[in-house]
């Protein structure tokens, strides 16, 4: 169930009050309905957490490493997320109120991604490869019971710095705000998918269930052939250890930033590529003082009560 939220052309959905554009509302149901199948493949994640570089690899593991179909075919049509695109120019409008964006940005970001939506997802073939950025509470309620899902999680801090490159990256230098206005934003659950903990939390519940793969975007980092391998476990795919390698490399970041089908740059504009950085706790440059106390005692209060931990907090 989606209400209004903070403004206008926002909507809270769910009991969580997750931010989604207005549009969604007439999507929420179809989505909530989907007709999960059997060998459908589904990486859930907050936007900035390590999504494509989980789809790339489930993707490669569940093909048998056809790394030459990776190559011609953009990851964007292997791999299609299920909320619609027409929600982009809503998000937009919502980012110019926030006085984030500049008008003239609009049209990029309107014509910055075209994928397709739940309803085509439903008359394609199978097996389906499915992106999300939605909590599990608003994806059909068998999906776990009846479909493999990988869940990616990551430091809201290195989230936030991301989310706000990724807002640079679509909107160029029209782009009004900084990073402080953008973070001030983001821990007030203001954008897009957020409450970020309540997204993550959803899946850390169920991390145990037998359907569900939850991974730390920081444990990919620290040792990538192990979490290959154990995704492929997961997805009950045997590889040997020279293969695992060379999906290793095939994952590497700097292999992931030279691959235009996954580094989906958009606007051609390369001062900020959708496969930045890839670091873990890139944050500490971006937070001053004050805003490094904020963060902390941002997820000293969402994570109380809870049993989510992130390897890099506390
Ligand atoms: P940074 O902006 O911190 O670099 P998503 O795909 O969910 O939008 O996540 C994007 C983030 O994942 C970006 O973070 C991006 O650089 C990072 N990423 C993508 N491929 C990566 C790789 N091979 N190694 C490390 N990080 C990667």
């Known amino acids: 169930k989606c209400v209004l939220g903070h403004t206008r052309n926002f909507v809270k959905c769910g009991k969580e009050g997750y931010v989604m554009p207005g549009s969604f509302k007439k999507h929420a149901q179809g989505i909530y309905n989907m007709q999960v199948r059997p060998d459908d493949v589904w990486v859930i994640t907050f936007p900035r957490s390590g999504t494509t570089w989980m789809q790339e690899m489930v993707w490669l593991a569940e093909n048998n490493l056809d790394f030459k179909s990776a190559k011609d075919i953009p990851l964007y049509k292997r791999f299609p997320m299920a909320e619609i695109t027409s929600q982009i120019p809503d998000i937009a409008f919502e980012l110019i109120k926030l006085n984030f964006l500049n008008l003239k940005s609009f049209q990029g970001l309107n014509e910055a991604v075209k994928v397709p939506s739940w309803k085509s997802l439903d008359k394609a073939p199978s097996p389906r490869f499915i992106k999300t950025h939605l909590p599990l509470s608003m994806l059909p309620p068998n999906l776990l019971n009846t479909a493999r ?66 991974v730390f975007y920081e444990d990919m980092l620290k040792d990538l052939p192990k979490e290959i391998g154990n995704v492929c476990k997961f997805l009950n795919r045997q ?24 580094n989906n740059t958009v606007n051609g504009d390369d001062s900020i590529q959708f496969v930045r950085k890839g670091e873990a706790g890139g944050w500490q440059t971006h937070f001053d003082e004050k805003m490094q106390l904020q963060a902390e005692e941002f997820l000293i209060a969402r994570l109380k009560g809870l049993d989510l931990s992130y390897p890099s907090f506390p």
């Open 149 to 214: 899902v990988v869940y990616v999680a990551r430091d809201p801090r290195d989230v936030a710095v991301s989310y706000y490159y990724l807002h640079k990256m679509i909107a160029k230098s029209l782009m009004r705000s900084n990073f402080s206005h953008f973070w001030e934003a983001f821990r007030r659950d203001l954008l897009p998918w957020t409450p970020i903990v309540s997204h993550t939390n959803e899946a850390w519940t169920k991390r145990h269930h037998p359907n569900l793969h939850f």
């Open 239 to 262: 590889y040997s250890e020279t293969e695992i390698n060379l999906l290793a490399n095939h994952l590497s970041f700097k292999s992931m930033q030279k691959n235009k089908n996954v």
